[in-house]
């Protein structure tokens, strides 16, 4: 049978439901005519031993003669023999008396024999269903009573089915393929308007969208997916597009500022030291906005490729600390206990010191660290003097270049993005970055982890 490549799903399914079918009609109507001809068989020598049982039973009662015991009955097309002890012929239905036995069969007397043999009475091709039976007479002589029901009429009424069943399973296999093809045309209708439509899409909007069958079954659950997919793709392209139109907005600003300073450099008649430095500060926040964007790109790929080790996160926060202290004048209060996480210590760094550089931007008097585990999640804190972030914006300040106004009116060089790389890398460890507030009413920034 050929493979079908290339071949539309309508030929494939139509080949292969005609190739069982036919098969499956093949077998059904030959398990058929096999049992038709067994059971006609079967009728024929029931009645050929009925016969048979009847002839013997006159005989050994002494009521019937070998003679009269096959005496031809009109009402019956079998024939009748009776045999002496030596297989020769006493007596026969027909006219003739032929002196040829039909069968070879010699039961004893009292046993019966059944069998279909061909060649009865010089017809070499019709088969006979032939019963015999050993008996003897009230004299003592034994004979054997034979009796041969010819099957021809079984033999015709069995090929008559045959071909009326080959006709009728003939127009039975081209009405169920064509039913089979009406049944699939109707299935895939639907799909191919699905297909169409999704084809037919430029741009994807708020009103691009496939039509959901009233069906309720598979099709209409794949137009709705279908649906469901391209809302998140609309979604994913609208935040690309946000995306590429921040990052740009965000690298606009250094990059002017860079060009400004060498423009009026020789006009303002500022130091050689004045103007690198103020290169060095925005090239180094270009860079960190840059590497921001490569961190986020990176983890909506393919995600973060982590490394697993355990990492204490206590060690971690004292290391910060201690930054924080030898590099600003900013009080840092912290709270320490032993926890310790599995996962990249690199990146946990990164979180850390994302929420840190965050709570420095919008402290006054200090800042508080704090770590520990509590039930079966390492908690880690960062803590400001600032207000609480007001229920509404606790999520959108997580989102990519978010800043809240009271960040922009406050901010010093934040791009909006290290928030969103602390929950990304939070959610990369099974764990979850939250805004809330310390029981001081505080503005708080919360990171469960799960603790091994």
């Not at 059904?28 to 048979?52: E, N, S």
């Not at 007596?91 to 007397?109: F, L, N, V, W, Y």
């Not at 598979?218 to 997919?229: K, P, Y």
Request: hydrophobic share 45%; with cysteine.
């Amino acid at each position: 049978m050929p493979r079908g490549e290339g071949w539309s799903l309508r030929r494939r399914i139509l080949l292969w439901s005609g190739a069982i079918l036919t098969v499956g009609i093949l077998v059904a109507g030959l398990v058929f005519v096999a049992a038709l001809d067994r059971v006609l068989y079967r009728a024929a020598l029931d009645g050929a031993q009925t016969i048979a049982d009847q002839v013997a039973s006159g005989i050994t009662s002494g009521e019937l003669t070998p003679g009269g015991a096959a005496a031809k009955d009109p009402a019956r097309a079998v024939r009748i023999q009776i045999l002496d002890d030596a297989g020769r012929v006493v007596a026969d239905s027909t006219a003739a008396g032929e002196a040829a036995a039909i069968s070879k069969a010699a039961p004893r007397p009292g046993e019966f024999v059944s069998r279909q043999e061909v060649g009865v009475a010089g017809r070499p091709d019709e088969p006979y269903a032939v019963a015999a039976r050993g008996v003897r007479d009230p004299a003592g002589s034994a004979y054997v009573v034979v009796v041969a029901s010819p099957l021809a009429v079984e033999a015709s009424t069995t090929r008559a089915a045959a071909l009326l069943l080959a006709l009728g399973s003939v127009v039975l296999l081209l009405g169920l393929l064509l039913l089979i093809w009406r049944i699939v045309d109707r299935a895939l209708e639907p799909v191919e308007q699905i297909r169409s439509d999704v084809a037919a899409i430029q741009r994807l909007g708020v009103n691009e969208r496939v039509v959901v069958p009233a069906s309720g079954d598979e099709i209409a659950r794949l137009a709705q997916t279908m649906n469901d997919l391209l809302a998140r793709l609309e979604g994913k392209e609208s935040t690309m597009r946000r995306f590429i139109s921040d990052a740009s907005h965000e690298l606009r600003s250094p990059l002017t500022s860079i060009r400004a300073v060498l423009e009026t450099f020789e006009h303002t008649g500022e130091s050689q030291n004045e103007r690198d430095r103020v290169l060095l500060d925005e090239v180094v926040r270009m860079q960190r906005l840059v590497d921001n964007l490569l961190t986020l790109a990176k983890a909506d790929d393919n995600g973060l490729v982590m490394a697993r080790q355990d990492v204490d996160l206590d060690d971690l926060l004292d290391q910060e600390a201690r930054r924080i202290r030898a590099s600003s004048k900013v009080p840092v209060l912290t709270e320490i206990e032993p926890a310790r996480v599995v996962g990249d210590q690199g990146r946990l760094a990164q979180l850390l010191r994302n929420l840190t550089d965050n709570a420095l931007r919008h402290t006054t008097d200090g800042i508080y660290l704090g770590v520990g585990i509590r039930g079966a999640q390492a908690i880690l804190t960062v803590d400001n003097d600032g207000p609480p972030i007001a229920e509404a914006d606790r999520e959108a300040v997580f989102e990519r270049f978010t800043r809240l106004q009271a960040s922009r009116e406050r901010d010093s060089g934040g791009s909006g993005l290290g928030l969103a790389i602390v929950r990304t890398i939070a959610r990369a460890h099974g764990g979850e970055a939250v805004a809330t507030h310390d029981p001081h009413g505080r503005c708080r920034f919360e990171v469960r982890f799960p603790a091994p």
